[in-house]
């Protein structure tokens, strides 16, 4: 099958290239980047010099929409929304890996993004891409919204334990840690080596537009309105999100109640990995230990003196958080074996 | 003045001489080291090479209180409880940087560390060794107990909140990321540069003893009981400290509160730095910003959408987490300025 | 066919078992580790989770050898000499990631190890294992030395150079620059965290073992003696070499010179890079860029002003200084695709 | 005594205005900035919150001239040889940190940096400012040019043994290895977190413009012309530098040589330390142990096999190699205690 990507350049564009360079049932038709058109891949994506000799070409939506048979969206928040109902409207299959449809009211893209939403007819039909939750809506879709690495992260934590009446749903804390590579591969001070190195920065303590994503999905999933408080803090590190979840109790909860909980819920995920060991460096998710896999690892602790569960999350925000998911997607959409391309284990140590 | 050190061959036994060796009233009389006796402090502490021709010397705390007045206690928990009665007879004042004589009740020693304590008489007698909050007993002190690195971030962040009516005391969570230092010069598995590098690990989401302290101090402050849900990641860098404080409402509160209720409480403090700014990358506290100082940077943000009020402090774990507060404990015993030996800014960028 | 791999708890056994996972042609029959026997292998490699369920045994080579058709063995240096004529008697292909079969010279031994060599007459009977050089033995091997991490970059770096009449072959100096993984999994004080951390440690500037291998085979390729004069830092990453050769004229030399040289000597080879761009951030080698990749990639410039070439080098010391080409060379035995298993580009950024 | 700098929003004027706040007998009368004229120094040096309420002001030379004692120009290579001649008229002594004044030849700037140099006849009044070898010079300096951070760190490991017969003078190899804050302040793609953590990139294996200024003290010192083939390579920290040279013998040399010229040429030097011990971590030179601290550490091995001395040097780069050696400066143009101001240990761990 022929697959492009519009707005290749970026770190989830090329980390789209080179999963889909390994993966057996594709071929790559364009890559486009206005700011690289003419350029060979490799110019700035380095790692793949020598595993193609594709050049980037310039963004014509259209044109590139004739060329294959589905296309990865990678653009800047705002942008898809222009051009996306004259895309769908030549049949393509799309994944957009943009905000611009992830959520299912306008109004919050008013909210939580400033601008009103240029085809807001379409956000009904966009299935949210996050297999474990919309499997059976992403088979059959044709325009998937991809999730936020971070929304995702906390959604994947969560979700099991808001379906349920342990815990208090207004209460929710969520302390994220970001790698550099979730800021883009725009150079700007605050990504400056010597200003990010070391780094524990809260750029985003209250406010962040993920908040919209993490409630709009698990109050889907609770059947009731969730609440989430969400910061997020640079960390220093390129790849990886840790989530940590502060969740209040209701009532008591036991171990086994969230062994049961998260094993039933996930099942046969093939991407989640629950950790929690008794003993060892490696008892709870770390992101050093997804980093290039496609894992999501979620661990859980009770507290009873405080009367709380932590739950945490981690995943490689580039893959698990980005194009590892959108991957995922178009093998479901395709009625492909949905671990196509993704079977990497992460690297260790790295 | 003469000091010295008990336990001087670990990493804050190393921050004491650093600056104990710049102090204009100290002279530096014993540095005890049981496995380093007998080898210059330079082997040890690299950055003291060319300051110091000192050797480190066995403990016999005894001993080395015959020969000068006023001694830093840096051994690991449990250890100066052992010793500390016979050596306060000796009529010596005393500085514990262990955690020994920080909790006034002889219970939680039980509960929090395991064992029971050897001379719970003196609990009483030991001060909390936070000069923004015990100044004046600090003065008239005997043997201060210094406070532990997380508890004095948590502490200072929230006293001041805890002590009005704006907030809910029993849903209090603090998200420590923490240094490498801050586990001490013991390598491990879990410090090993290939498993520490890039991590952001989860390593006590529950129960961490600091745990104790703080809700010792901020219950104290708030003539009430304070509940403080605490968790501790381990991520990648040296020193330093970053405590998020996510707090929720009970009453609305508005930024000019804020400002007014820390800027009323810590007034003149030298080291309390307060950190809001409206734009730029150094807009929040960072540990990154603090490193070699002893200040304790504090800030705040309100979030009206979650009804949660987001504190950030950030300190150097060594400094105003551990020898920064010491020394400056020692001026005010002394009755001396007290910012002598503490004045560095940090460096930056670094 | 089976594989089982002696002394898997090490990073280099991890990443061997990472590829081998992932190798279509293989089963993994026996992991042994005596440290780790009875544990689930994930334990110890935490990327490993969920990939397989193995469990670590006991080592006991004659037993694993009557399991399976090819041997790993990654054991620390001087073990291997003790057991590899029993193995060997056995039928039974091997590995050997250790340095015990890689210098022809028994002296050699007890010059740069300090101990004698237990059975030197195997010496002659290994191969060298880096396919660049020695494709055609290894075809035919029974025994392979794989080689050294530091070694294969300066040998890759340097081989095509020192068969020509350009350069002084006895003033070649090699400065490399050493991820912490190239220590091992053993935690000590140098690799403790708050040491390690933004080092660059000249750990070994004279007398490093891997000059014995380097000056062997570069003099073999060259048909006269070659002299190196090499030194090792320890920086701030995990993974990668970088070796920078600084190689006297002489007889002029011209970039076009060094482009034929290099193309003719590497032609076809499927994982060495020449990187020599006009522009750009990635115009040379760079370690960085080729972590999680079997590739080597090799850049050069000229210094007319100083008469020298610099010659650069950069791998992934797990990987084609390792793991990587310790597959190649199975791939290589078993007349495989010698690709099979290692086609991952890097990840970037990482 | 008040001093003004010119050029104080980089990384160097930081450094500057941290020493000199603490600096006993000055005062800072104005700091420049034309980007951040009127904003508070904090906003750009956040270390500094809270130790001055200085402003930026626009860059007025001639007017600022009125205003100071001594003046530290901190502007980028190429400006201030355009005003330096009417600054010097107004009687101001000056310290120029930027590369304006360092060569004596006048057609090496445009060799090296590609410019005809605008005022050609203060190149023989300026001094070059490396305390080590110029101090008498320094003494009675107008105008001293203060040091390349790289060249100060190569003269200083090679200026003993260069004065002597060892060595072979046209084969010295020197490697460098620099953090990021090197390249100062302004954001880049090379400079960009995700693209610069864990690099070791070869960012100028030939043709660096320190050359010039390495060769020409060296060639001083030496009385015959030396020739240096230089590489720089950036690294994974953000402050310091490694020097690592390879120096061919000519006659063969022992330790107690070493040591004695060394001590000999260093002597009371309070900012040189020769490190070399015979175990420990922390044997040899890294600048993670000089960051922060005004000292230039030396080290040096034999490689008898190789017939090689390797000299090793450590600094931090916007100290010794910049505001602490231009400090240094100011102090003995001063007639003061050369260590003023200057006296703080490196922090360990960092």
């Known amino acids: 099958m022929k697959v492009s990507i519009v707005g290749a350049s970026g770190y989830v564009g090329g980390e789209l290239l080179r999963i889909l360079l390994g993966h057996p049932n594709v071929e790559i038709a364009d890559v486009t980047s206005n700011s690289y058109a003419g350029e060979f891949v490799h110019r700035v994506h380095p790692n793949l010099r020598g595993q193609t000799s594709l050049k980037f070409v310039m963004s014509d939506p259209q044109k590139i929409a004739g060329s294959c048979d589905l296309i990865f969206v990678s653009t800047p928040h705002g942008v898809s929304s222009g051009f996306m109902s004259?895309?769908?409207?030549?049949?393509?299959?799309?994944?957009?890996?943009?905000?611009?449809?992830?959520?299912?009211?306008?109004?919050?893209?008013?909210?939580?993004?400033?601008?009103?939403?240029?085809?807001?007819?379409?956000?009904?039909?966009?299935?949210?891409?996050?297999?474990?939750?919309?499997?059976k809506e992403i088979e059959k879709a044709h325009l998937v919204a991809n999730p936020g690495c971070m929304a995702a992260t906390g959604i994947l934590a969560l979700a099991p334990i808001v379906k349920t009446e342990f815990i208090e749903k207004d209460r929710i804390v969520v302390d994220f840690k970001v790698g550099s590579s979730g800021a883009g591969g725009k150079p700007s001070l605050s990504s400056?080596?010597?200003?990010?190195?070391?780094?524990?920065?809260?750029?985003?303590?209250?406010?962040?537009?993920?908040?919209?994503?993490?409630e709009q999905?698990?109050?889907?999933?609770?059947?009731?309105?969730?609440?989430?408080?969400?910061?997020?803090?640079?960390?220093?590190?390129?790849?990886?999100?840790?989530?940590?979840?502060h969740v209040f109790l209701k009532n008591p909860i036991m171990l086994t109640d969230i062994w049961r909980l998260y094993r039933g819920f996930y099942g046969q995920e093939p991407f989640i990995r629950l950790v929690h060991d008794k003993k060892g460096v490696f008892r709870y998710p770390d992101?050093?230990?997804?980093?290039?896999?496609?894992?999501?690892?979620?661990?859980?602790?009770?507290?009873?003196?405080?009367?709380?569960?932590?739950?945490?999350?981690a995943l490689d925000n580039l893959m698990k958080g980005a194009a590892g998911t959108a991957v995922q997607n178009m093998n479901i959409m395709c009625g492909w074996d949905e671990k196509l391309g993704l079977t990497s284990a992460g690297l260790h140590p790295i």
Request: hydrophobic share 35%.
């Open 86 to 135: 004259q895309l769908l409207e030549t049949g393509q299959k799309v994944i957009d890996l943009s905000a611009d449809f992830r959520l299912k009211n306008p109004d919050y893209y008013v909210k939580w993004y400033g601008w009103n939403h240029k085809c807001p007819e379409l956000l009904e039909k966009a299935v949210y891409g996050l297999p474990e939750l919309h499997r």
């Open 192 to 214: 400056h080596h010597p200003e990010h190195y070391s780094v524990v920065r809260p750029y985003k303590p209250v406010g962040h537009r993920h908040t919209a994503e993490l």
């Open 217 to 245: 999905e698990l109050s889907m999933v609770a059947g009731e309105r969730v609440q989430v408080a969400m910061s997020a803090h640079a960390v220093n590190m390129v790849r990886g999100i840790l989530g940590t979840c």
């Open 287 to 313: 992101p050093k230990i997804v980093v290039g896999s496609n894992y999501c690892d979620i661990g859980f602790e009770i507290d009873e003196y405080a009367n709380r569960i932590v739950l945490l999350s």
